[in-house]
């Protein structure tokens, strides 16, 4: 029996052992994508780096020091909390745009911290201009206009009667004017060029109150799309991490996550049946199955219910049955005895299996897989300056 005095206060066993699942993150394929994507742009364009949601799921301190590191200036995050999270990571140096805008009240933050707040709205602007006359600061935002997306953004009517009010930007100390490309991974999409055209229109008139306001526009894929489309500053995010920015066309980036997950018992069927919730799959006398310690809690999606695939010893093994909160079952009937063992590895995400070749199964984009990842495995990181 335990006690409260023979509980122990230290575990003796390594986390690596504890868990269910490894993800590991390559931050040297992490630095040298970024570098492959700062060498695409115009030699002017400064290549920041979109770190929202815990940069995509892989970890915002590790993957912000190692693009800081390797000279990345400029940081992207969604909200103002991720912001000062990450200016306390990296220190005074780099820029942090917060791209949500900043919520009513939050002013003051955005400030003392040296937020960039992304503008969406004239209410946005009027706020942030109050705020910058009343406490006599010069503080920079980032204006946002609608080139078609029609998300975030000032429209054309709302813009147009800021700037031809005589104070409707007084107070504003713009670091850029900002749009987002709807469809820059698909680069035959005649809207990608409406867009480039509004957003050039926008950012001409823009420059006749504030001639210093530099340009963004460019995505990942917006990258990929030409010079035109670079303008000042580019913001890339999934591309970074490993997702290919340009469907249909051979991934140009490197790959930054492999996962693997853990065998807890492998099953050979006696009889023909069915596995898991539902009965979903049926099984031959003879079959083989493994299953492994991970599952929808940990971002593997039930959509990937009987479609997708990991890889153990070099072979391609279905996902069999449904995918249940904490477990998978995988068909390994073609893989050796000495290779399907207990305590063993397959893989979930690597070269082999990419985040694009998960999502495609999933019926989703690599962002939901990337930004699904639970919390539960055990992350190791490969250093910036060389893989380990």
């Known amino acids: 029996m335990f006690s409260a ?9 390594r986390p690596e052992d504890r868990a269910g699942a490894i993800l590991t993150v390559d931050l040297a394929a992490l630095v040298e994508n970024w570098r492959i994507l700062k060498k695409k742009a115009a030699p002017t364009c400064d290549v920041g780096a979109v770190v929202k949601s815990d940069a995509y799921g892989l970890g915002l301190e590790p993957v912000a020091r190692a693009l800081h590191g390797a000279g990345c200036k400029t940081f992207y995050v ?6 000062i999270t990450l200016r306390q990571i990296l220190g005074p140096g780099p820029r942090i745009a917060c791209l949500n805008g900043p919520n009513k009240g939050t002013e003051r933050d955005h400030v003392a911290f040296k937020i ?12 942030w201009c109050a705020y910058a006359l009343k406490e006599e600061v010069l503080a920079e935002s980032i204006v ?16 147009k009667a800021l700037m031809n009010d005589a104070d409707g930007f007084v107070g504003l100390h713009p670091q850029m004017i900002m749009s987002h490309l709807a469809c820059a991974d698909e680069a035959a999409s005649p809207m990608n060029r409406q867009q480039l055209d509004r957003f050039r229109g926008f950012k001409d008139q823009f420059r006749t109150r504030f001639p210093d306001a530099k340009g963004t526009l460019a995505n990942s894929s917006g990258l990929f799309l030409g010079p035109e489309w670079h303008f000042d500053y580019a913001r890339p995010g999934v591309a970074l991490y490993g997702v290919n920015p340009t469907p249909g066309q051979p991934n140009p980036m490197l790959p930054v996550v492999n996962l693997r997950a853990r065998i807890i018992q492998v099953h050979r069927v006696d009889s023909p049946g069915h596995v898991g919730y539902g009965a979903a799959a049926s099984v031959p006398e003879g079959a083989k199955i493994a ?7 940990d971002g593997y999606l039930r959509s990937l219910s009987s479609v997708g695939v990991g890889v153990l010893d070099g072979i391609k093994v279905p996902v069999l049955g449904r995918v249940s ?20 590895f397959i893989d979930i995400l690597s070269n082999v299996v990419t985040v694009d070749d998960v999502a495609k199964a999933a019926g989703t984009i690599g962002y939901e897989i990337l930004t699904s990842l639970g919390t539960r495995f055990h992350r190791r990181y490969l250093a910036a300056s060389a893989r380990i």
């Not at 969604?78 to 912001?83: K, N, Y």
């Not at 299953?291 to 809690?297: H, L, R």
Request: avoid cysteine; aromatic fraction near 4%.
């Open 144 to 159: 946002q206009v609608d080139t078609g997306m029609h998300r975030l953004g000032l429209s054309a009517r709302e813009f």
């Open 5 to 13: 005095a023979s509980t122990p206060t230290r575990t003796q066993s």
């Open 78 to 83: 969604a909200h103002l909390d991720g912001a």
């Open 291 to 297: 299953t492994v310690s991970m599952g929808y809690a």
């Open 116 to 127: 960039i707040p992304v503008l969406s709205t004239p209410e946005h602007i009027q706020a």
């Open 325 to 344: 909160m904490d477990l998978i079952t995988f068909d390994v009937s073609n893989v050796p005895d000495s290779a399907a063992q207990v305590g063993g």
